[in-house]
C-alpha cells in the first residue's frame, strides 16, 4: 500500500516563526502536493511539484514556500507564520503518468494532514 | 473558476442508496472525474473513477453523463460508517504530471 507520511500531526507556532511541515512518501511518485483545507474552502493547492528540484505555484502561494531536494519528500516551510494560516494542511504525491497497475488513469494519495495553530 | 460544483450537503436513510451529484460542464476531454472521500480528521481517500464510461467497484458506482458535464456517485446501500465529506474532482493533464482539482465537497449524513 501507498503510504504518504506527515511528519508532525498538530502543532502549535507563534506569530513570526518559522514552520517546516515535513512530507515523505515510499511509492517513488513523481508528483507530489501541499493543500490547505479550510471549512467551507474545500481542499486548495498551495504548490504542488512535477519531480526533484521542480516546483510549481498552486492557488495559494503567498506564505508558502517549498522544498524538493529528494523524490520521496516534499517540505512546506512557512518562512513567518501568522494566525490567517492556522489550518489544515495535506501532503499528497501520485504516479506522473499511467502505468500498469492503473492503466485507465492514476491515483492521488494523501497524508493524514497536520493541524497548524498559529497564535 | 471552480471545475466541480457539488450540494453542499445531503442526508440518506441507513441501508438506502446515495447519490451524490457533481456538474463539471467545463471538463476536456482528456480529464477524469474522480471521487474521494474525507472522514473527520483524516486524509482524503479514494472511492472511484472514470472518463466517460460508467464504472463500478466494491465502493461505490459512478455514473458520467454522455456529454461528461456532470456525474453522480452511488453509494448503494448507505451504512453510518459512509457519513462524510464527498469530493468530485477533475483530474487535468500538465507538464510533468496531472493536478486535481477538488470542489467544496458534500457532507453526506447517513440517518439511522
Known amino acids: 500500500d501507498v503510504k504518504v507520511t506527515q511528519s508532525s500531526r498538530y502543532l502549535v507556532k507563534r506569530t513570526g516563526e518559522k514552520v517546516f511541515l515535513e512530507c515523505v512518501q515510499d511509492?517513488?511518485?513523481?508528483?507530489m502536493f501541499w493543500y490547505r483545507q479550510d471549512p467551507g474552502l474545500g481542499l486548495r493547492l498551495i504548490y504542488f511539484s512535477y519531480d526533484v528540484k521542480m516546483k510549481e505555484k498552486g492557488d495559494i502561494p503567498e506564505g508558502y514556500s517549498v522544498s524538493r531536494e529528494k523524490k520521496e519528500r516534499f517540505s512546506l516551510i512557512l518562512e513567518s507564520a501568522s494566525t490567517n494560516q492556522t489550518s489544515m494542511y495535506l501532503c499528497?504525491?501520485?504516479?506522473?503518468?499511467?502505468?500498469?497497475?492503473?492503466?485507465?488513469?492514476?491515483?492521488?494519495?494523501f497524508g493524514e494532514g497536520s493541524w497548524l495553530t498559529v497564535v | 473558476d471552480a471545475k466541480t460544483t457539488q450540494p453542499t450537503s445531503m442526508d440518506c436513510a441507513e441501508g438506502r442508496a446515495a447519490n451524490l451529484p457533481c456538474n463539471h460542464s467545463t471538463i476536456s476531454g482528456n480529464e477524469y472525474v474522480y471521487w474521494y472521500r474525507q472522514i473527520h480528521s483524516q486524509g482524503p481517500q479514494y472511492i472511484i473513477h472514470g472518463l466517460k464510461n460508467n464504472e463500478t467497484n466494491e465502493m461505490a458506482s459512478l455514473i458520467i453523463t454522455e456529454d461528461r458535464k456532470s456525474s453522480t456517485l452511488i453509494l448503494p446501500h448507505a451504512t453510518l460508517r459512509d457519513t462524510a465529506v464527498y469530493y468530485c474532482i477533475v483530474r487535468v493533464p500538465v507538464t510533468g504530471g496531472n493536478q486535481f482539482y477538488f470542489g467544496t465537497g458534500t457532507s453526506l449524513t447517513v440517518i439511522p
Open positions: 511509492m517513488d511518485h513523481e508528483n
Open positions: 499528497a504525491s501520485s504516479l506522473s503518468r499511467d502505468r500498469g497497475r492503473f492503466p485507465s488513469g492514476n491515483t492521488i494519495y
